[in-house]
């Protein structure tokens, strides 16, 4: 099957080539986002494959379907970029990345509080100044202290085990509540319960209407002061300009983020060059206590291996059965 593949770096390159090393698809690589520009050029395809950032709104899915387009294969666990009710219409089958790796989010997860906690981003740079001083540089012990999920599903569960390896108490939400999280040793609390009680707050939820925005200036004032947030979940999750406002507040104690709201015209590449247009953004990085990277949290040489193998598996499967292994549709997540 001919795919055109989208957004893609010399490592989605190495990944995808290696995975059709039998040379099963006809692989088409793109360095450019997929939106409403560069839709046409999947001219000839069956498929394409399109990363977090890529557009999937109504207008590029009607102009795919018109190429000839059959199959969307999602290199990703979350979907929310994908108008699904659209596609489903026109019989646009969506398969997407249902787990690659939960480890690597959770861990990364794990490195930005251990990072904010103990302030190495600032201690790397003193020490390098020559600056021995320790003023400033003060966290906590992790062990003793509360740490709030939002959302326990295959990500969050694997974050609550590190928390929990730490001597953390691990609070959760999810209004689905997962045996396997009880069974560890995890409580299930509401939502203002959870941001009242917690020194850390971490996102695992998927971004859906219900959680756009969750973490508004109302929830963010029920957080403990001083308290930290880490989002390695979807940016749109967290209202940034009421985050920064907590910041300068100095009601909210320290942010780690791996997602933002408006990463889509940011994340993924070397804009080193050039001036940074977007001032919530700019405003993010000025603050000592909020340590921001671009969306690496998945970034794990095993986490790009199975996206790549599930990836053609879809579309290998898509071929003989006129459906991806998983595929999600509006009201069907496999
Ligand atoms: P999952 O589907 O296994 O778990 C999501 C959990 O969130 C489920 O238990 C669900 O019940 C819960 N949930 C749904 N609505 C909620 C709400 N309103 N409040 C609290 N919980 C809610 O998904 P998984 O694999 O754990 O991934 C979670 C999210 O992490 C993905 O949706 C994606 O947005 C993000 N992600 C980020 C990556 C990164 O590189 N930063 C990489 C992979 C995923």
Redesign the pocket.
Known sequence: MRITVYSTRPYDRRFLTEANAAGVHDLVFMDARLDHHTAPTATGSAAVCAF?NDQLDAAVLHTLHSLGVRLVLLR???F?HVDLPVAAAMGLVVGRV???S?H??AE?AAALVLTLNRKIHRAHARVREGNFQLDGLMGFDLHGSTVGL?????????FARIMLGFGCRVLA????P?AEALAMGVQYTE?PALLQASDIVSL?????P??RH?LDAAALACMKPGAMLVN???GAVVDTRAVIAALKGGHLGSLGL??YEEEGDLFFRDLSAEVLKDDVFARLLTFPNVIVTG?????TEQ?LLQIARTTLDNATHFEATGLPLHGVTADK?V
């Open positions: 977090v990703s666990a979350g929310n249902p787990e690659y939960p690597a989010v990364h939002v959302g326990t599903g295959k990500i969050g569960r694997c939400f999810d209004p689905k997962s939502l695992h939820c998927p971004l859906t219900a959680t969750l390695t979940s979807r791996d997602v969306h690496q949290a998945f970034f986490a997540v």
